[in-house]
């Protein structure tokens, strides 16, 4: 079983920056895709990016494109999310997965149910 651990979410306001931090308790964790969801109240969890097991790959959703950057530490055993620029639309709760599998393709990493482990969630609130 694959623990993982979020930090980061904070108030900010729009324009502002944020990193997301997402540590994962067992190894390998080069083995797994990382992927960065959210939801807002009352909506579904949306795709907001991935990074490939060997990190060669990144994905992202267009709501975020150019501004949110996904990387991983494979030292230290976590994945980030960069955000710049951030809006009020931003706002969400944001969780980290992990699924284990080599599959390069944004279809499969886009989706919910491609990733076995799921965080507990860090609250990001933007404010006008």
């Known amino acids: 079983q694959v623990q993982l651990v979020e930090s980061g979410g904070e108030l900010v306001q729009a324009g502002g920056s944020l990193r997301l931090s997402c540590a994962a308790s067992r190894r390998p964790f080069s083995s797994y895709a990382m992927g960065w969801f959210r939801q807002a109240p009352g909506k579904e969890r949306e795709f907001v990016a991935a990074i490939s097991s060997n990190g060669g790959s990144t994905y992202y959703a267009d709501s975020v494109k150019g501004r949110f950057t996904i990387s991983r530490d494979y030292a230290k055993n976590t994945v980030f999310l960069q955000m710049n620029s951030l809006k009020p639309e931003d706002t969400a709760v944001y969780y980290c997965?992990?699924?284990?599998?080599?599959?390069?393709?944004?279809?499969?990493?886009?989706?919910?149910?491609?990733?076995?482990?799921w965080g507990q969630g860090t609250q990001v609130t933007v404010s006008s």
């Open positions: 997965a992990a699924g284990f599998g080599s599959t390069s393709s944004y279809d499969y990493w886009g989706r919910t149910s491609s990733y076995r482990h």
